[in-house]
């Protein structure tokens, strides 16, 4: 029996047949490598949203040259025994115009509670750029501040004067040639400018007819009558004088407040808090770990901010337990209230002042205003 032929050819293996299925998924794979690829280097027309650093305004806070000082500083501080926290929240924005997020990072940051995908546009207005964002913010803390010390000085029954004046005058606008930068605005058709926003209601109230503006200049006063022009916001037909105006108070205490790199309005009230606190008897909070944030005006009216889910879920990470969110940011917080947190709505500085105390004192929590079922 032969075993072994040299001389015969070897018959070569069955090539095996690849399945059709292993094809069409092996080019699958490839194609939404690829798109990925090209997603990944495509700009995009969103930012990100995301909760920020917290700060707590009872504390203190680093200097750009390094040095630990309190964020409120007053000349007398009555108690610094205060064993809670009353937190300021911030919103960081990823992204800018010069550089947007991925398409991948907005996919990740979509399906994450606690981050928002917005169009740039919202963040980042036509024509704006990054710099002139960050000056407008920090020219917006400034007011802030401001505003926050006349409100809490209020508050503690201190007399604190205020005036309204033009700050700027659009040369295309309604009062070019009528008003000038320093002017103090002392009434619009008989209203008395009490505040800014006295002032734009009764030029809105007018709806495009001449208002009389009474002021100020250089000590003399005088009257002028401009017709404001009109433009649109969010498609309502709004009214113009052209003037940019400016708050500005006469303090009769010297409030300090040192906070870096953070820009905007909303940290108005947690600011008042934090002052009453430095400048009465006793803690404000009870102890209690207290976040908070809406922006402020001179007579303690608070008001809408932006980024409130970002910033909710910034205070539950940060330890708070209790978070005062303007009422009018109340429709975006329904529904998006994290676990450990309990939120209770509020219009003014004396609303907000109620709360502390009825957490303090251990009064009756359920009957304080919130933002509704889910809170």
């Not at 002028?224 to 309502?236: A, F, I, L, M």
């Amino acid at each position: 029996m032969t075993l072994f032929d040299e001389n015969a050819s070897p018959a070569p293996a069955p090539r095996q047949r690849r399945r059709r299925g292993s094809v069409v998924g092996v080019w699958s794979l490839a194609v939404a490598f690829v798109i990925l690829l090209v997603m990944s280097l495509l700009p995009s027309a969103y930012v990100i949203q995301q909760p920020g650093p917290v700060f707590n305004t009872l504390g203190t806070t680093t200097t750009a040259d390094g040095q630990e000082v309190p964020l409120i500083s007053v000349p007398e501080e009555k108690d610094s025994t205060t064993t809670g926290q009353l937190d300021l929240l911030t919103v960081q924005v990823s992204g800018n115009r010069e550089r947007t997020p991925s398409w991948l990072e907005l996919a990740e940051a979509w399906f994450d509670r606690s981050r928002a995908v917005v169009p740039i546009d919202r963040i980042f207005p036509a024509g704006q750029t990054t710099e002139q964002r960050n000056t407008e913010n920090a020219a917006l803390m400034s007011d802030s501040q401001l505003e926050a010390s006349a409100a809490a000085l209020r508050e503690l029954g201190y007399d604190v004067p205020g005036e309204i004046a033009v700050g700027t005058v659009d040369d295309a606008g309604a009062a070019a040639g009528a008003l000038q930068v320093g002017d103090v605005i002392t009434s619009v058709d008989a209203v008395a400018a009490a505040n800014v926003d006295a002032v734009r209601a009764a030029v809105q109230a007018a709806a495009g007819a001449p208002v009389t503006v009474a002021y100020t200049r250089d000590d003399t006063p005088g009257t002028d009558t401009v017709t404001p022009k009109q433009t649109e916001v969010d498609g309502q037909p709004q009214w113009l004088l052209g003037i940019g105006l400016q708050e500005s108070f006469d303090l009769p205490v010297d409030v300090k407040i040192q906070l870096n790199d953070v820009g905007g309005p909303s940290a108005g009230m947690m600011f008042a808090l934090g002052i009453i606190d430095k400048m009465s008897d006793g803690d404000l909070t009870g102890g209690q770990h207290i976040a908070g944030t809406g922006t402020i005006d001179a007579d303690g009216n608070v008001g809408p901010i932006g980024g409130i889910r970002q910033k909710l879920y910034g205070a539950r990470d940060a330890g708070a337990t209790v978070f005062l969110a303007p009422e009018s940011n109340c429709n975006e917080v329904v529904g998006h209230v994290p676990d450990g947190i309990r939120v209770f709505s509020t219009s003014t500085l004396e609303q907000s002042m109620t709360v502390l105390r009825t957490i303090r004192e251990g009064g009756d929590l359920d009957a304080l205003p919130t933002c509704g079922s889910g809170t």
